[in-house]
């Protein structure tokens, strides 16, 4: 992958149980390579599964998904998920040390490189109280943790991972207000010069994208910078005041 341009191509999708009604229905678009854009909207709305169509997790029922002109259908698993980084919402870690799972997708990684990643994702402090600092065994699924310092973990791991296209689905979710503005520094990191997606529900960790896109019943109904949509959307500016201001639609 070089420029990490992402083109939708008259994409169709629906889930295999739900035989009535396509999420996605001769999707259209182009992410060019690079951009920041911030996926928003309701729960359902089509936002996240806009993302895992990327990571080739479902298959479609037509159309096809291009990165950098390559349909992604015709590449290995292995080939794609190299090159994109994939922030859940739920951190995922292993009954590991701190340290083999932040460099699980780079085992080749020195320990000054875990550290460096760790640092930027503000993980070194906490993992420095520990007994056996980045030697500590985790738990099953991180359970020794708190909620926030799994995520932390996890996006020291996508630092150290570096592709060129980066999809974070509400990946400060687990953090405090005070501790998500120490990793942007971080998150900065894990986006720069790449193509970046960012679902999140909270719109103001949004401001600064290049570009946004609003999802409604699998559709985008409104596309353009945070400032342009709070001047000319609908749907945008409902989502905004309803968070910011109380205002409840009818």
């Known amino acids: 992958i070089g420029k990490g341009e992402i083109v939708f191509e008259d994409v169709t999708f629906k889930y295999k149980n739900n035989t009535n009604k396509s999420i996605f229905a001769n999707k259209s678009l182009v992410i060019e390579g690079g951009q920041k854009v911030g996926l928003v909207g309701f729960s ?13 997790l479902f298959d479609l029922e037509s159309g096809n998904i291009l990165i950098d002109n390559q349909n992604i259908a015709t ?8 090159n994109v980084t994939f922030i859940p919402q739920e ?9 083999e799972n932040i460099a699980y997708n780079n085992p080749d990684a020195t320990f000054e490189e875990v550290k460096s990643a760790a640092k930027l994702a503000r993980c070194d402090d906490f993992i420095k109280t520990m007994a056996n600092g980045y030697d500590t065994i985790v738990g099953e699924r991180g359970s020794l943790l708190s909620g926030g310092q ?17 999809i974070m ?3 400060t979710s687990a953090l405090d207000t005070v501790t998500e503005e120490k990793i942007k520094q971080g998150l900065d990191y894990i986006s720069k010069g790449k193509t970046t997606l960012v679902i999140a529900h909270r719109l103001s960790t949004l401001a600064d994208m290049d570009r946004i896109l609003v999802f409604h019943n699998g559709k985008v109904v409104e596309d353009g910078t945070h400032k342009d949509l709070l001047k000319n959307g609908k749907h945008y500016k409902k989502l905004w005041q309803m968070q910011n201001e109380g205002y409840l639609p009818d």
Do not use: C, W
């Open 75 to 82: 590449v290995s698993i292995q080939s794609l998920r190299d």
């Open 150 to 166: 799994k995520q932390r973990l996890m996006i020291a791991r996508s630092i150290l991972k570096n592709t060129p296209i980066v």
């Open 44 to 56: 359902g709305s089509g936002k996240t599964t806009f993302a895992k169509l990327i990571l080739r």
């Open 169 to 171: 689905d509400e990946a």
């Open 91 to 99: 951190p995922y870690l292993f009954n590991r040390t701190i340290r």
